[in-house]
T-cell receptor, first 116, second 115 residues
Framework: SQKIEQNSEALNIQEGKTATLTCNYT??????LQWYRQDPGRGPVFLLL?????KEKRKERLKVTFDTTLKQSLFHITASQPADSATYLC???????????????FGRGTQLTVWP | ETGVTQTPRHLVMGMTNKKSLKCEQH?????MYWYKQSAKKPLELMFV???????ENNSVPSRFSPECPNSSHLFLHLHTLQPEDSALYLC??????????????FGDGTRLSIL
């Protein structure tokens, strides 16, 4: 069966530190992995996409790694700020058996709080 | 500012009512999605439309009925809902469906409460 785990429901860190969020998966070999940010009462917003043959992707203070051997993605926010407080979702692109089209499977998310 | 607009933002309805959720995207995308988001659970894909054709129905009860009249509009018709259907319903779009290398653009959802 399909299973995506994000390391913890909540992560609290001090401003200026690096936040590291984990996404683990089993039973898949996704070609792509995506990260989204969701604020309370809002829809998810796309942040980064990484391909299976990419080890690392960066965008400003964000960095994503993708280890297909460990079946794990790490999402880093460097020099974190209170404005980074939100829920972060990972999503895997999976083609279900019997289907020709892929679809995204989402994790439950990790709620990040950055305190001053 | 989101290119995907959902209305209404909040909806309270009785179990015997009939209502519809509306989604409109201004991004020129050809795929549109309905997701259900319940507390402490991952987003659940409900329906996918690709070029106005339904390509996925993720075992959704028939009390939820989607409609996609064109690539820019998506509706979710609701009737005889159950209390467990209370959730945030999110609409999303992407350039085409089934392509994991494309991000999805979400609306801000309709918060649905069933009395």
């Amino acid at each position: 069966s399909q299973k995506i785990e994000q390391n913890s429901e909540a992560l609290n860190i001090q401003e200026g530190k690096t936040a590291t969020l984990t996404c683990n998966y089993t039973n898949y070999s996704p070609a792509y992995l995506q990260w989204y940010r969701q604020d309370p009462g809002r829809g998810p917003v796309f942040l980064l996409l990484i391909r299976e043959n990419e080890k690392e992707k960066r965008k400003e203070r964000l960095k994503v790694t993708f280890d297909t051997t460990l079946k794990q993605s790490l999402f880093h926010i460097t020099a974190s700020q209170p404005a980074d407080s939100a829920t972060y979702l990972c999503a895997l692109d999976i083609i279900d058996r019997g289907s020709t089209l892929g679809r995204l499977y989402f994790g439950r998310g990790t709620q990040l709080t950055v305190w001053p | 500012e989101t290119g995907v607009t959902q209305t209404p933002r909040h909806l309270v309805m009785g179990m015997t009512n009939k209502k519809s959720l509306k989604c409109e995207q201004h991004l020129g995308h050809n795929a549109m999605y309905w997701y259900k988001q319940s507390a402490k659970k991952p987003l659940e894909l409900m329906f996918v439309y690709n070029f106005k054709e339904q390509t996925e129905n993720n075992s959704v009860p028939s009390r939820f009925s989607p409609e996609c009249p064109n690539s820019s509009h998506l509706f979710l018709h609701l009737h005889t809902l159950q209390p467990e259907d209370s959730a945030l319903y999110l609409c999303a779009s992407s350039p085409v469906g089934g392509a994991g290398n494309q991000p999805q653009h979400f609306g801000d959802g309709t918060r649905l409460s069933i009395l």
